[in-house]
């Protein structure tokens, strides 16, 4: 069981539940699919601007349930002065838009028609809204934004990677 001290916050120590192990090391066990998924998500992210791209990782990341990426992409965006209060607000964009612009409102629409497929095909009026916001170069680098961080999600989950140990930037 893992504990921590909160005696300066709450005055009590807590109890954790313990941290589960990795199933697998794939980018190990996979080393060429790990340096070309590398590749990918640095092609993908080029002309984009940064704060929305951490905004579309994290939202993608909590549809998936992927702890490991919410961990890495939230303490990025930190890091980069996001604040707290809008990655919170993230898990329920929809009632609060007025945190964000238009084109964020935009990408985290298409964010969430391209994560979850199985509600059916990107809504016509989802695309539209995204590209009335983004020239089409833009738009096409956003939609494989989407997809990489969608695949690394997978990897995430699958694998059961274990979050809470990523610092900033560490694999910038």
């Known amino acids: ?29 996979a080393p060429d699919v790990y340096k070309a998924m590398i590749k990918l998500d640095a092609a993908a992210r080029k002309g984009l601007d940064p704060v929305i791209l951490e905004l579309v990782k994290i939202r993608a990341s909590q549809l998936n349930h992927c702890a490991f990426c919410l961990d890495m992409h939230t303490k990025d965006a930190i890091a980069a002065g996001e604040s707290v209060e809008r990655i919170i607000q ?3 964009w929809e009632e609060s838009k007025h945190f ?5 409102v935009a990408a985290l629409e298409l964010t969430e028609a391209v994560t979850v497929l199985t509600d059916g095909f990107v809504p016509d ?7 009335k916001h983004f020239e089409e170069a833009e738009l096409a680098q ?9 695949a690394w999600n997978r990897f995430g989950v699958t694998c059961r990677l274990v979050a809470g ?4 930037g560490q694999y910038a």
């Open 1 to 29: 069981m893992t504990t921590h001290d909160d005696t300066t916050t709450t005055g009590r120590t807590t109890e954790y539940v313990p941290e589960h192990s990795p199933r697998l090391d794939w980018a190990k066990l």
């Open 90 to 92: 993230l898990g329920a």
């Open 100 to 104: 964000y612009t238009q084109k964020e």
């Open 125 to 131: 009026e989802v695309y539209e809204q995204a590209a």
């Open 142 to 150: 956003l939609i494989a934004a989407i997809t990489v961080i969608n």
């Open 165 to 168: 140990h990523y610092r900033a």
